[in-house]
């Protein structure tokens, strides 16, 4: 199909340019990309970004997503309000890819994908995996960004907020949507972020909330509001989530305040909070998991597949989304842009996107993802639990994190930097 524009030709070649910018890819590597992957291929990615702007017909591999605008930016509501079996979009015929490498770099988070998912993937297409682990998203992102491409990674897994700016500056490669014929699974809720227009750069992974979690067996109360984590009876049994943007964040819900609040006298109240429950902690836990199940602590901030992670050895701990409101939040898979294993990383993303992958990566790390396929074979009690998949009155309370850059992240990292001295 052809369109009636006298101009198309100028439109869409501008039009490659500023994607080419954007993706800061140079014509010489185009060229070669080309050469290596083949032309079709290699153009995917910038021929969907035209087709976008409505200056070319989509390939194929695009237009067979049956993308729908939303502006729901990253989490798929809980089953109860009908979004978590929102249908996956119709199959489409995948391109087969050039052969893979032999091995892959992938960097996640620790327990955070099913028991068997690495050993299944190299049986399957007889790739190596190498499995780097973190233990905080700072640490991640100075990793990933230390060289401007990836810090040697492949693949790995950042929060949905900070897609843009990893796409801003070059960190992460579009993706090769025609390698990825399993991401027609996807939710139709997911399938067009507003953080990642048409997933050109991510595929989204796994969504929670922030809430705490309890031991029973110390603390017999049943509770609901964030002022338990502030309650001098648990003295020394306190954790908190070694997180700066979690842990003002649960200041803020505890105070009343804005969430995500840039102002100094919100930031200083939200700090103060945190001085005045400082001498009740533990400790900031980076292993809330190890921390709670080991006994170390009674109570802590916690996400809620991490809680989940709890009850395999602890069947009795208890999680609580709070009454005032909690954080959600949802992260990715992604491709450095100095991935040395391109293909194997595309390959592992659909791997991870199949309906029974995604299940049991589901199943095992307690966290539920974007995966509509997948629904029918995630746990029953999983989705029925909801301190899991919360109901939709729950969910209207709860609030995503936002990327904090320059002056603002300045305010956030100077007040953090004072607390934890």
Same mark, same amino acid.
């Given at each position: ?63 067979? %997503? ?65 499995? &780097? ?19 040697? *990674? ?26 990825? =014929? ?10 067009? =972020? ?11 992974? *796994? ?59 919100? %930031? ?39 809680? &989940?992670?709890?009850? *395999?050895?602890? =069947? ?25 294993? =391109? ?38 009690? %999983? ?11 729950? *969910? ?26």
């Amino acid at each position: 199909m052809t369109r009636e524009h006298d101009g198309s030709s100028v439109d869409l070649e501008r039009q490659l340019v500023q994607v080419m910018a954007e993706n800061r890819l140079t014509r010489r590597q185009l060229l070669e990309r080309m050469g290596a992957l083949g032309i079709a291929t290699a153009l995917a990615p910038i021929v969907a970004a035209c087709a976008q702007a409505g200056l070319t017909s989509p390939s194929p591999s695009a237009s067979a %997503l049956g993308v729908v605008p939303t502006t729901n930016p990253t989490a798929a509501p809980s089953a109860t309000a009908g979004a978590s079996a929102s249908a996956p979009a119709s199959a489409a015929p995948a391109a087969t890819p050039p052969t893979a490498e032999k091995d892959l770099i992938v960097y996640n988070w620790d327990s955070y994908i099913g028991e068997n998912t690495v050993a299944e993937f190299e049986d399957k297409y007889g790739i190596k995996v190498k499995y &780097v682990r973190f233990t905080d998203a700072v640490t991640q992102m100075a990793s990933l960004r230390k060289d401007g491409k990836g810090g040697g *990674y492949d693949v790995s897994y950042p929060a949905s907020t900070e897609i843009p700016g990893l796409v801003r500056d070059g960190v992460i490669q579009p993706l090769h949507i025609e390698w990825i =014929p399993n991401i027609v699974n996807l939710g139709t809720d997911w399938q067009n =972020p507003d953080y990642d227009q048409n997933n050109l750069h991510s595929v989204p992974n *796994y969504w929670w909330t922030t809430g705490f979690t309890w031991d029973p067996a110390k603390i017999k109360d049943d509770l609901t509001s964030w002022a338990s984590l502030w309650n001098a009876d648990y003295s020394g049994h306190i954790g908190m989530l070694d997180d700066v943007q979690e842990c003002f964040a649960a200041a803020s819900f505890h105070l009343g305040l804005p969430i995500n609040s840039t102002a100094d006298s919100d %930031l200083d109240q939200a700090l103060a909070s945190l001085e005045q429950q400082k001498p009740l902690l533990r400790k900031y836990t980076d292993d809330d998991i190890g921390d709670m199940t080991s006994g170390q602590l009674w109570i802590s901030h916690a996400w809620s597949g991490d809680w &989940v992670q709890m009850t *395999y050895d602890n =069947p009795d701990i208890k999680y609580a989304i709070p009454s005032e409101g909690a954080i959600r939040g949802s992260d990715t898979m992604v491709v450095t842009s100095g991935a040395q294993h =391109p293909i194997a990383a595309n390959l592992w993303i659909d791997f991870n996107l199949d309906a029974r992958i995604s299940a049991a990566n589901s199943n095992y790390t307690g966290y539920l993802g974007p995966n509509a396929a997948a629904m029918t074979t995630i746990d029953p009690r %999983l989705l029925a639990d909801p301190n899991i998949n919360p109901a939709a009155a729950v *969910y209207s309370k709860l609030t995503e994190l936002i990327q904090l850059e320059g002056a603002d992240l300045d305010k956030y990292t100077q007040r953090w930097n004072a607390l934890r001295a």
